[in-house]
């Protein structure tokens, strides 16, 4: 059974920084290309950052430079580290992944089969 668990939400200030992670069981990262995705209140979920086979990754243009997505293949998890939040960026964080490989479509939440439950983050201005 594929079991995606993320953790690390919480509130922070503009500017600051947060680390969130996913702890996968039942899958094997190496395997699978792997994705974050955010969505807020009244609005549709949308891709954040991707990584796949051969550690290529992928940035929705708002959050470039300043999100970083990894993974720890030894410990199973991925990783998004998010320094200078801003408001905007408060959301809902999920974590998602799928077997194989993705290019262009690798922000686009349909091509995802396994997701987490997702968590929050908060940025106070």
């Known amino acids: 059974q594929v079991q995606l668990v993320e953790s690390g939400g919480g509130s922070v200030q503009a500017g600051g920084s947060l680390r969130l992670s996913c702890a996968a069981s039942?899958?094997?990262?190496?395997?699978?290309?792997m994705g974050w995705f955010r969505q807020a209140p009244g609005k549709e979920r949308e891709g954040v950052a991707a990584?796949?086979?051969?550690?290529?990754?992928r940035y929705a243009d708002s959050v470039k430079g300043r999100f970083t997505i990894s993974q720890d293949n030894a410990k199973n998890t991925l990783y998004l580290q998010m320094d200078s939040l801003k408001p905007e960026d408060t959301a809902m964080y999920y974590c998602a992944a799928s077997f194989g490989w993705c290019g262009s479509w690798c922000l686009l939440p349909d091509n995802y089969k396994h997701w987490g439950q997702g968590t929050q983050v908060t940025v106070s201005s």
């Open positions: 990584m796949y086979i051969g550690g290529s990754t």
């Open positions: 039942g899958i094997p990262l190496s395997s699978y290309f």
